[in-house]
């Protein structure tokens, strides 16, 4: 009798825990925004510029030698 009693206990915890175990988190919020402003489109026509730079460097040293 003893042992059905904790037998019947352990599957009672079992069904019980499995619920939560599978449970499925909510869904998530909105992410987060961040500004996109005019100093990011600045820093990206310095990078492009510079790119543009050391690339043209790079034909005018194949073309001299």
């Keep these: 009798m003893k042992t059905t009693l904790i037998i019947f ?5 079992l069904l019980i825990t499995t619920s939560f175990v599978l449970a499925q988190p909510g869904l998530p919020g909105d992410p987060a925004q ?14 492009g510029a510079y790119a543009y730079k050391k690339l043209r460097g790079k034909n005018k040293e194949d073309d001299l030698g």
């Design 34 to 47: 961040a500004p996109i402003d005019g100093g990011l489109g600045l820093l990206a026509a310095a990078g």
């Design 9 to 13: 206990a352990l599957i009672i915890v």
